[in-house]
T-cell receptor
Framework: KQEVTQIPAALSVPEGENLVLNCSFTDSAIYNLQWFRQDPGKGLTSLLLIQSSQREQTSGRLNASLDKSSGRSTLYIAASQPGDSATYLCAVASRGRTGANSKLTFGKGITLSVRP | GAVVSQHPSRVICKSGTSVKIECRSLDFQATTMFWYRQFPKQSLMLMATSNEGSKATYEQGVEKDKFLINHASLTLSTLTVTSAHPEDSSFYIC????????????FGSGTQLSVL
């Protein structure tokens, strides 16, 4: 059974700091890994998707890496801003119950607070 | 990017009533939709996977008679919480994909259900 862990549960940093959010998963048989952002009481916004054959993806100030063999991913945020404050969720896609679909397993998320 | 619309965003109901939540893919055909539930400070938990025109596949521990899922068209899936009880109070989120394994999922904005 796939398990996704994100530690710590919360993080507070001053504005401008570069930071790394960690994610680990137990089963390396994945299709892809995604990082999402969730604002309080809202749905999810996909930030980056890394296919199992890829090592990293970049979008603006965000960079996500994937080491499938060790079951780890990191989300790097450069020059953090107060607007980056949100919960960041890591999710891995693996084979679903029917085999015809993929299933996302989520971590509990890391709540980031960027202080002005 | 693709848009998934979810309604209502918030619903308060009395215990024993049924509540229907709609999830629509606005600019793409979603052969597969997923329904998740999220309790405060917890990760999203997959409830069921629905493919257009067929019965939903429920995850272990999810009561199919309580959480009725209908995916009648390629752009609409509904989740009906029947005879809701206070313990059903949660944040429900749908997501949709085009049915190809390993592709990005698009999420609705979520529905906060409060059962009094």
């Amino acid at each position: 059974k796939q398990e996704v862990t994100q530690i710590p549960a919360a993080l507070s940093v001053p504005e401008g700091e570069n930071l790394v959010l960690n994610c680990s998963f137990t089963d390396s048989a994945i299709y892809n890994l995604q990082w999402f952002r969730q604002d309080p009481g809202k749905g999810l916004t996909s930030l980056l998707l890394i296919q199992s054959s890829q090592r990293e993806q970049t979008s603006g100030r965000l960079n996500a890496s994937l080491d499938k063999s060790s079951g780890r991913s990191t989300l790097y945020i450069a020059a953090s801003q107060p607007g980056d404050s949100a919960t960041y969720l890591c999710a891995v896609a693996s084979r679903g119950r029917t085999g015809a679909n993929s299933k996302l397993t989520f971590g509990k998320g890391i709540t980031l607070s960027v202080r002005p | 990017g693709a848009v998934v619309s979810q309604h209502p965003s918030r619903v308060i109901c009395k215990s024993g009533t049924s509540v229907k939540i709609e999830c629509r893919s606005l600019d793409f055909q979603a052969t597969t939709m997923f329904w998740y539930r999220q309790f405060p400070k917890q990760s999203l938990m997959l409830m069921a996977t629905s493919n257009e025109g067929s019965k939903a596949t429920y995850e272990q521990g999810v009561e199919k008679d309580k959480f009725l899922i209908n995916h009648a068209s390629l752009t609409l899936s509904t989740l009906t919480v029947t005879s809701a009880h206070p313990e059903d109070s949660s944040f429900y989120i749908c997501s949709a994909q085009t049915g190809v394994l390993g592709q990005k999922l698009f999420f609705g904005s979520g529905t906060q259900l409060s059962v009094l």
